[in-house]
């Protein structure tokens, strides 16, 4: 049993689950995470979070359970799993980047594909999977934790923008929650995250952040060496420091690396023994050329030597090289994380070693060379460079940093931090001059420096290098035999504060030999003092040049005392050489150069004199003015003892001032302004922990505030005013100075004095407001300085007085500054009013409700006059979220004072902040006709301004499109938001309170204020002030929209509905912002990932459907008043509508029925709803919007509301709906197809569709003309030039030849309709010469020149016209042109469109198009559809199925009689056009047998099943495609299709014959094929054949339903024998000598052929049937084609046996025809017309003769004779019969015809009419629609026919017997029959070839041709023509004979209907030939013969 879960609610899937024989299975791949709902027995049931809408169960064991929180417990939960936001937010990330990421793949390798953004996805995608893999270790610390969440957030952010995702608003890394801050609050974290996205900042997202890191001004180098390769043979030092190229100087200390002289791999001495860190880089040292420099000191012998292995006694420094490495800016700015180094050392003269850095610099090569190696790499190091402070660095990279020995800068850095201790004292050896001491060579002098005490005590003071300890003396290096040497090595000197009066430095000078057994020899000495004998100064910094004092003995330099009186500069002690205790060896002298670094020690005597004033009373004046000489940094550093002294001296013990006071006080202001300095800010708490711990001047807080008021009151009488300027930056320092000074006077004496305390504050505020109303322009910089830091002084004010006082005195002050001042004293009261919202006053209630109306009073002033938007906007800002944040502290009701402040900000700004963005503009055009003054102040002006009349919120042009797109985005987002955060305040009440303060003045200030509301709110929606990734924003903004939507319509309803003020404009825009607010696209759910569709409607809710009821509930409100929103708002309803939301949809709808309702009362109709509906409907389909569930709807509710309210209107109004509903499935249908190249057709389709509904259902000129371009834009690229030509006639036939003039559009310019008619006539002519279809351009040129010539008489058009119809005419008789094959395609199964689900179509192919290319076309536009391989009907199971099924076959033309060409000689390449051109009609045949198959000659049962197809239009028509419309099938019996072979073969033998003797000069030898082919065909076994299977003496007996067809095919075959005798006569005279012997021979074999078609066509009279003798001729010919044969004519006898008959009459409105489209010249394949034997002689023709299924003849070449009009009778239906006289289609399968309902009947267009051709229009019977009743024959469908392959043969004679007696006269019919054909009337007399008609089926002459005694054909030429038979009576149906099968009959679907058994042939040599031919062209379309003419 499934229970509810409670403690698994949340896991993810460990395992893929994908088992489709579990029921109800959830399918689940490894990652995914899933909701559990219940559990039974090992299995949970539960959802995806992928896709929460589908359920399902799943193992439990598959799942990994995680803890959780729910959310909203119950039916609407939410389950979260409890993990650290930034875990979940990447695992969530990294699902819908992988999506992302899998799509981006698919596209690689196409045009749309991004290699690079791939990579980059892929990239970040496994650096955040990384990171959040090591978050979810638990193995950092916190500081690493923290900067890893920093760096997953990062790159979250840069992915996100990478991709075009949502932007995530974060403060300090982590995700914002939108429901507990402010609009404006969001906005503003908005503005930071997308800031810090776009600078790639690694921090917090947050401009707060940003800034104090840009701020951080110390940065530090950690340095590490790595390896050293060269070899010294001796220990060695290596010295690093850093050096500054740009200035030529070292600026740090040295950091030692001592190296033992096994190496540096072998040298351990302690861990990070060579690692340091460079500490106190100012930002100028990074943007220097810095470089790393390393001394390499050897230490050992003097001279070393490898062949010396004896240890040396004495250790000397020795220099060996430098090494130089220079830090680019890369690494400087640490973008690259720890960077390795490798240099090669240098080395020089040892003279030279002291500046080998500058030389290598420099590349002064000659000086210095690269020391060689045998390693390639050298010297070894790796630096980093961290920023900020060395405690926090250390911090964030503790395992660089930790434990890591500092190196310090020389001197301080650029922040001198409070806490900072440091004296060192730096000593650089610089050179020395010594005498030579009478030796020719120079000594080896080494110093040696000591640090001693005042007692001579050594200090261990003296580092060398960082990394060490300090030592007492330090050694220097020697340069070898040198007495000028110069060192440059610099000496830390760290003496102790309490030791470094009374220390000094001794330097002792020694020569050292190069003897190992010499000790150093001491021959001088130098010191010096480090301070002076007072205990004041220190040694200043520079270079110092040093006495240097002989002695030889140590011991005299034990006592200190002796030496320390002497002078130890050179230039003090010139006069004093020979009297003191040693002696100074005056040409011996040594250099130093010393820099103190000490936060304790000066070396500045005015500084010093300060402190000390007491001793110097008199001179206090001086020493004040000195103070502003003395550097800061000593000043700072003695910040509390400079401050006690000062403030001594301001006052006595008494409190009154001395007169000192002036100067102590700018003394003070001086110190205080030192501290606004960057480089002393962090003195700032050193200054607040004076004044609370040290401080303690009680009276001084009176002479402080006189002094300030004192220089504000001389502010306007000066023009100096640097001091005032000063002193007012100061104010902060003052004033806490002063309210310390007040609370400790207060503290002594119980609080006494405080109403003076405040009378003196209230003179100072009053001296400040008289100052500030002063327009001087001296005191303007003075004025903004007091503004600017006046919020310090209030703030500290507040510690004494209420902040309602301290409110009060800012109120007067701002008060007190003009409105109309400079620019920069606004802006410094907007800043003061910025901070003053932002101090503690403004969370004080009473504080706040002053400042709030003051400020509010002057933003609107601000506002009104467009000044200073930004700053206004950032107060108004700061306003807004700090009111937010009161009110949220309350969770209940709000305290009165809240609501007084909202209000307050309601009345003052609400409206005006409306003004300003609807008015602000960046650069509008300036014209008379639209100018906007910056002081605009109503909507009135406004829209005057922009339009006399208002304009409708979703016109093409909104405001929002003329002002806000030129706004200033900054400015325009921020009063935005603004806006939106007051809109947040604001309650029911606030909004009842505003609509009330704007009534009093009257409804049209209320109603400015709502059409202003409106709308900006309108432009909000529609403008997208925000960018589009700011979703979180926006949906924000329209949920508080959506909520001020909902408050603007009380006072529609109440105020301006009800009381009788309808106000429709304002109305209209209201209901239009409610549609533009509901329809707008970030609200379009659908389009939103699973997971953020989630999201948005667990915290909104659809917003949509509130909105739409909300559309609703006014819609109702409406009522009486509905129709002035008619047609206006059906679009925009209709808009909602279509939103893809059920619920939205459903309460909609039913609007148009309101709409309808109203306008059919009020009008009689509702045509306006009607039109508007339908325009809108395909404007916003073709936008992507509705589906076919919307047309469902739409159809269902509107029909079910006219059903049940039944109104008068039902009938129309249900037409109506149904009529939307047939255009809205045309529409969708069109979307569906209007991507991708192969859908090119179904767009053509779609287009047609909505073509032919817009003018024949609605009725819509403007649209259906629309889509007429369209469907001719989609034909041109197409290659379709007839098709687009019919096209365009469609609009053509809409214009007459008048001289109305027609507006432009975007296809035609501003004309006259006689124009633009000429115009689009000349691109049909244009398309159809392109198409080559130039009989239809011709009556086109026709009725422009009768234009040209009668009417507008421009006769040079008519000549051009008149030219061009003469080509035409001769491209006809002269251009190639190829007939177009047909197929038929059958469209099946319920998962196609629906304009082709199960219809059946008729396709005209391209050029050249075989069936397999057209297949292959098809399929592609079909992809899903499966290619049905038989060609049975389809069953019910296949059309109701959800796939896609097709069949496809070829068919023939059938060709309507055309009387055009009645009784004139016509020329074949004028005729063979309409023989594949204007057809309704095809047909396809297929092979059947019945009865016992004949091995021998299996032709006796060969039956035709005959399918002819109605198109719905002729083809080719405005598509290349049309849809069957009527379809019929009908039986060819065997000597019927047999006469229609030979009937066949004697057409082409008389083409060929012709054009031989027309153009005798052509190569024969196709000629002499074609009669060798025919003669040897008929020889060898064609007549016999005939003669055994058909006219035999049973035959008849059997078949007397046949005698027709029998005889017609005696006639046949004689007229073939005088057909052969013509052909072998020209064949004779043609031929040349070669071909002689040849034609002989066919000459003797035509004389056998003759004798045995004599024979076989001379029946006895007493065989011959009496019905046979019945039958009526034909009448007369009323016209000769122009291929007939005269001699033939001629030759003809009065025996029927020796006289060809005459053609039987053809029906135009016969049911059963069909023609073919094959003829000598038109119809071969695309590889054999290239050649004239290709022409007339090919295998396929061959094939074609006898056996093949015929192809159809057309009978224009061969018909001379046409019955006249009185001889033609119509069926039931009126209908002409005719008989069946096609040809077998053997190469595809039998399409079934679709379904055809009563009500699937449209409304069809058809192409314009040919001018010069008349047409048939009949339709005949509908469609079968059923295939049910298909299977009830019994008998199996016989095998197809083989094609023969044809031989020719001639005979000059016709032999035989010559008594045969002639025919009997035919007789009229005793009775009349009982069906007029054999099956039905349907069956009737079709064409024939030649003037003959086969009468298979059908009526000659009227009567039944199949029925029992109908007599043979007979020559007109013995017979009169007999009267027209009787016409049936239309009444009365004709039945179906015994004989005949149901009208739907059998096909049986086995598999032997398509594998043809293959019988022998009458005319062909061999049977395997046969067999072959036929099975070879079984797929391949035959080619069609010319059709004949159309009868009238």
């Given amino acids: 049993m499934w229970t509810p879960t409670k403690n698994q609610k949340y896991g993810v899937v460990i395992y893929n689950f994908d088992q489709d024989e579990v029921p109800q299975a959830l399918h689940l791949d490894v990652g995914e995470t899933v909701q559990v709902l219940e559990e039974c027995r090992g299995w949970y049931r539960g959802f995806s979070t992928r896709n929460r809408n589908v359920k399902g169960i799943f193992p439990a064991q598959f799942i990994h359970l995680k803890p959780f929180k729910i959310d909203n417990e119950g039916l609407y939960e939410t389950v979260t799993p409890v993990e650290d936001p930034v875990v979940q937010e990447a695992a969530s990330v990294l699902r819908e980047w992988g999506q992302i990421w899998k799509n981006l793949y698919v596209l690689l390798g196409t045009s749309q594909g991004d290699q690079e953004l791939w990579d980059a996805v892929r990239k970040a995608m496994m650096d955040v999977a990384d990171w959040r893999k090591q978050l979810i270790t638990g193995t950092l610390t916190s500081d690493q934790i923290a900067q890893l969440k920093l760096k997953i957030t990062s ?314 300890e300090g030592t007492p003396e330090y050694s220097s290096m020697i340069m070898y035999h040198n007495n000028s040497p110069r060192w440059n090595e610099r000496l830390k000197v760290a003496i102790p504060i309490d030791q470094f009066a009374g220390a000094h430095l001794r330097l002792e000078y020694r020569h050292c030999s190069t003897r190992e057994r010499n000790e150093k020899k001491l021959f001088g000495f130098s010191f010096v003092r480090l301070m002076d004998d007072d205990g004041g100064t220190t040694l200043r910094d520079g270079s110092h040049e040093l006495c240097v004092y002989k002695c030889d003995e140590r011991g005299r330099l034990s006592n200190p005392m002796e030496y320390l009186n002497m002078p130890f500069l050179s230039k003090e002690a010139v006069d004093c050489i020979y009297s003191l205790p040693f002696q100074r060896s005056p040409k011996e002298s040594i250099i130093i150069d010393t820099l103190l670094c000490s936060t304790k020690l000066t070396q500045n005597v005015d500084l010093l004199s300060l402190l000390r004033w007491r001793s110097t009373p008199d001179g206090i004046g001086e020493t004040l003015s000195r103070l502003t000489r003395v550097d800061g940094a000593e000043t700072v550093k003695f910040l509390q003892d400079v401050l006690d002294a000062l403030f001594a001296m301001f006052s006595t013990d008494d409190g009154n001032s001395t007169q000192h006071s002036g100067h102590v006080f700018q003394a003070l202001v001086f110190i205080f302004s030192l501290l606004e300095d960057s480089k002393f800010e962090h003195f700032k708490p050193v200054m607040d922990a004076y004044i609370t711990g040290h401080f303690a001047a009680a009276l001084v807080y009176k002479g402080l505030i006189s002094c300030v008021k004192h220089l504000s009151d001389l502010c306007p009488q000066t023009e ?41 504050v209230d003179s100072l505020f009053e001296s400040f407001a008289h100052m500030l109303n002063m327009h001087l322009e001296n005191i303007q910089a003075s004025q903004v300085t007091l503004l600017e830091h006046l919020q310090g002084a209030c703030d500290q004010l507040c510690r004494v007085l209420s902040p309602g006082e301290v409110a009060n005195h800012l109120s007067n002050l701002f008060n007190a ?589 391209l050029e050249y198009e075989q069936i397999g290319a057209f297949t292959q076309r098809i399929q592609t536009e079909f992809p899903q559809a499966k290619m049905l391989s038989h060609n049975t009907p389809p069953d019910d199971t296949i059309r109701s199925s959800d796939a896609q099924y097709i069949q496809i076959c070829a068919v023939k033309t059938l060709t309507e009689p055309n009387p055009m060409f009645d009784g004139v000689e016509v020329d074949e390449r004028i005729l063979k056009y309409y023989s594949n051109n204007h057809v309704r009609r095809f047909v396809y045949d297929r092979p059947t047998y019945r009865g016992p198959a004949d091995k021998d000659n299996e032709f006796k049962n060969l039956w035709i099943e005959r399918i002819t197809y109605t198109t719905e239009f002729e083809l080719p028509g405005i598509l290349k495609w049309f849809e069957v419309v009527d379809q019929k099938m009908d039986q060819l019996c065997p000597p019927q299709y047999a006469c229609e072979t030979v009937e066949r073969n004697n057409k082409q033998i008389r083409q060929i014959t012709l054009h031989y003797r027309a153009n005798p000069q052509d190569n024969i030898q196709p000629f002499t094929m074609r009669l060798q082919g025919t003669i040897d065909a008929a020889v060898n076994g064609g007549v016999a054949k005939y003669q055994d299977a058909f006219f035999g003496p049973d035959y008849l007996v059997m078949y007397p339903e046949n005698a027709d067809h029998v005889n017609r095919l005696k006639v046949l075959l004689s007229d073939q024998t005088m057909i052969l005798e013509n052909a072998l006569d020209l064949h004779g005279k043609i031929a040349p000598s070669a071909n002689q012997p040849l034609h002989r021979r066919l000459v003797d074999v035509f004389e056998g052929l003759r004798n045995k078609v004599r024979k076989m066509c001379s029946t006895p009279q007493s065989q011959r049937s009496t019905s046979s003798l019945q039958s009526t001729p034909p009448p007369p010919p009323t016209h000769r084609r122009a291929d007939s044969d005269p001699a033939t004519e001629f030759r003809r006898t009065g025996s029927i046996v020796n006289s060809p008959l005459p053609p039987l009459p053809s029906d135009k409105g016969a049911v059963s025809t069909s023609s073919s489209s094959t003829s000598g010249h038109s119809s071969q394949r695309s590889s054999q017309a290239s050649s004239l034997y290709a022409h007339f002689h090919s295998a396929s023709h061959d094939d074609e003769l006898y056996a093949k299924p015929q192809e159809w003849d057309s009978g224009i070449g061969s018909q001379r004779d046409s019955r006249p009009r009185s001889a033609y009778i119509s069926d039931s239906r009126g209908s002409s019969p005719k008989s069946l006289s096609k040809s077998l289609n053997n190469d595809y399968m039998i399409v079934p015809p679709p379904k055809l309902s009563d009500e699937s009947q449209r409304w069809r267009h058809s192409r314009p009419p040919s001018p010069h051709t008349t047409r048939s229009s009949g339709i005949h019977d509908s469609l079968n629609t059923s295939w049910s009743d298909s299977h009830g024959s019994e008998e199996s469908l016989p095998p197809l026919p083989p094609r023969v392959g044809e ?82 009576p239309k009444s009365i149906s004709t039945p179906l004979t015994p004989l005949s099968p149901p009208t739907c009959f059998s096909l049986n679907t086995s598999a032997e209907d398509l594998t043809p058994t293959m019988p022998t042939n009458l005319y062909i040599g061999t049977l395997d030939e046969t067999q072959h031919s036929l099975l070879e062209n079984y797929s391949v379309p035959p080619r069609l013969q010319p059709h004949p003419p159309p009868s009238p």
């Fill in 1847 to 1928: 031989r020719q043969t001639r005979s000059v004679s016709l032999g035989g017997e010559d008594d045969a007696p002639p025919p009997v006269l035919p007789k009229r019919m005793g009775k009349k029959c009982a069906s007029p054909a054999m099956f039905g009337c349907d069956q009737l007399v079709g064409d024939g070839v030649d003037g003959c008609s086969s009468s298979g089926g059908g009526l000659s002459n009227g009567f039944p041709a199949s029925t029992p005694g109908t007599p043979p054909l007979l020559s007109p030429r013995n017979h009169r023509t007999p009267p027209p038979p009787p016409i049936p």
């Fill in 155 to 468: 790159k979250i952010d840069w992915g996100n923008r990478k991709l075009g995702l949502d932007l995530v608003p974060r403060v300090d890394g982590e995700m914002v929650d939108p429901d507990a801050v402010s609009v404006v609050e969001l906005h503003q974290v908005h503005v930071q995250s997308a800031e810090a996205s776009q600078s790639h900042s690694q921090g917090l997202g947050t401009l707060a952040k940003r800034k104090e890191r840009r701020k951080v001004l110390s940065h530090h180098l950690f340095f590490c060496m790595r390896d050293f390769s060269y070899h010294l043979g001796e220990d060695a030092e290596i010295f690093f420091s850093l050096y500054d190229a740009q200035k030529a100087k070292f600026i740090s200390e040295r950091f030692l690396v001592k190296l033992s002289k096994e190496g540096f791999s072998n040298y351990v001495e302690k861990i990070h023994s060579n690692c340091t860190i460079f500490t106190d880089l100012g930002s100028g040292d990074l943007a220097s050329d810095l470089y790393i420099v390393a001394h390499v000191v050897r230490v050992g012998r003097m001279l070393f030597s490898e062949s010396v292995k004896k240890m040396s006694s004495h250790n000397y420094r020795r220099p060996y090289g430098i090494a130089l490495f220079r830090l680019a800016q890369s690494v400087l700015q640490g973008g690259e994380g720890e960077v390795e180094l490798t240099g090669k050392l240098f080395t020089s003269d040892e003279k030279d070693f002291w500046q080998l850095p500058e030389l290598v610099l420099k590349k002064q090569s000659n000086k210095y060379s690269i020391m060689s190696n045998n390693a390639s790499y050298g010297l070894v190091v790796s630096v980093k460079v961290v920023h900020g402070e060395l405690e926090q660095a250390t911090k964030e990279n503790p395992l660089l940093l930790k434990n890591v020995c500092v190196t310090k800068k020389l001197g301080f850095s650029d922040v001198i931090m409070p806490g900072d201790v440091r004296n060192d004292l730096y000593v650089t050896l610089n050179s020395g001059e010594f005498e030579r001491g009478g030796k020719s060579v120079g000594k080896n002098i080494e110093v040696t420096v000591l640090t001693l005490d005042a007692e001579g005590q050594a200090l261990q003071a003296i580092y060398s290098g960082m990394g060490h």
């Fill in 817 to 1405: 500054t003009p409105v109309e001042s400079t620019r920069d004293l606004t802006r410094a009261k907007l800043h003061a009013m910025k901070n003053s919202v932002n101090s503690p006053i403004y969370d004080d209630d009473e504080g706040r409700g002053l400042l709030l109306e003051t400020i509010c009073t002057h933003l609107r002033q601000h506002l009104d006059s467009r000044l200073e938007l930004t700053l206004c906007g950032e107060v108004l800002s700061d306003i807004v979220i700090l009111t937010h944040k009161h009110i949220k502290k309350y969770s209940h009701k709000l305290p009165a004072t809240l609501h007084q402040d909202v209000e307050m900000i309601m009345r003052t700004l609400f409206d005006v902040v409306v003004q300003v963005i609807l008015t602000l503009e960046r650069s509008a055009p300036s014209s008379d006709s639209c100018t906007l003054a910056p002081d605009v102040m109503g909507l009135a002006h406004l829209l005057t301004a922009l339009k006399t009349q208002f304009v409708p919120i979703h016109a093409s042009m909104t405001l929002g499109s003329f002002f806000l797109g030129s706004m200033d985005e900054e400015i325009r987002g921020t009063l935005v938001a603004c806006l939106m955060g007051i809109l947040q305040l604001m309650g029911e009440s606030h909004y009842s309170k505003l609509w009330e303060a704007h009534m009093i003045s009257g409804t049209h200030h209320l109603r400015h204020l709502l059409h202003s509301t409106i709308v900006l709110l309108a432009d909000l929606v529609r403008a997208a002030v925000f960018p589009s990734d700011w979703f979180v924003m926006r949906m924000v903004t329209n949920y508080t929209i959506l909520a001020a939507m909902q408050e603007i319509a009380q006072p529609l309803i109440s105020t301006f509905l009800k009381q009788g003020r309808f106000d429709n404009q304002l109305w209209s825009s209201y209901l239009n912002l409610a549609v533009g607010f509901l329809t707008q696209p970030c609200l379009q759910l659908e389009h939103f990932s699973q997971q953020k569709r989630h999201k948005v409607l667990e915290r909104y809710n659809d917003m949509r459907v509130l909105m739409g009821f909300q559309i609703l509930s006014m819609w109702r409100e409406l009522d009486d008043h509905r129709l002035h929103f008619i047609p206006g708002m059906v679009g925009p309803f209709l808009e909602v509508t279509l939103v893809p939301e059920p619920e939205l949809r459903k309460a909609t709808l039913p609007i148009f029925f309101d709409m309808m309702q109203a306008e059919q009362q009020a009008k009689g109709s509702f045509k306006q709803v009607e039109t508007e509906l339908i325009d809108k409907l395909d404007i916003l389909v073709s936008e992507n919007k509705g589906d076919d569930e919307y047309r469902q709807l739409f159809n269902t509710i509107l029909l079910e509301r006219v059903r049940s309210n039944d109104p008068v209107w039902r009938e129309s109004g249900t037409a109506f709906i149904n009529s939307v509903t047939r255009l809205l499935e045309r529409l969708l249908d069109y979307r569906n197809v209007m991507q991708g190249d192969e859908n090119c057709d179904k767009r053509m389709s779609c287009t047609v569709n909505l073509l032919n509904f817009y003018k024949n259902e609605v009725n819509r000129q403007e649209m259906y003309i629309r889509y007429i371009y369209k469907l001719h834009d989609l034909h041109v690229p197409a290659g379709n030039f007839t098709e687009a030509a019919f096209t365009l006639q469609l609009h053509a036939n809409q214009l007459a030849w008048t001289q109305r003039m027609l507006h432009a559009d975007h296809l035609y310019p501003a004309q006259t309709e006689t124009q633009r008619k000429e115009l689009i006539y000349m691109k049909i002519i244009d398309n159809f010469d392109k198409g080559k279809c130039w009989e239809q351009g011709i009556p086109l040129l026709e009725e422009l020149a009768t234009q040209y010539r009668t009417r507008l008489f421009d006769y040079q058009k008519l000549s051009e016209v008149l030219k061009r119809q003469a080509t035409f005419y001769e491209k006809i008789l002269s251009g190639k042109r190829y007939d177009n094959e047909y197929f038929r395609v059958g469209f099946y199964g319920l998962g196609l469109p629906l304009f082709v689900r199960n219809k059946v179509f008729i396709y005209r192919g």
């Fill in 720 to 760: 100096k005013q640097e001091a005032i300027m000063r002193c007012f930056r100061s104010l902060e320092y003052i004033f806490k100075f002063i309210i310390q000074s007040r609370l400790l006077f207060a503290r002594a004496t119980g609080g006494q004095n405080e109403d003076s305390f405040r009378v003196d």
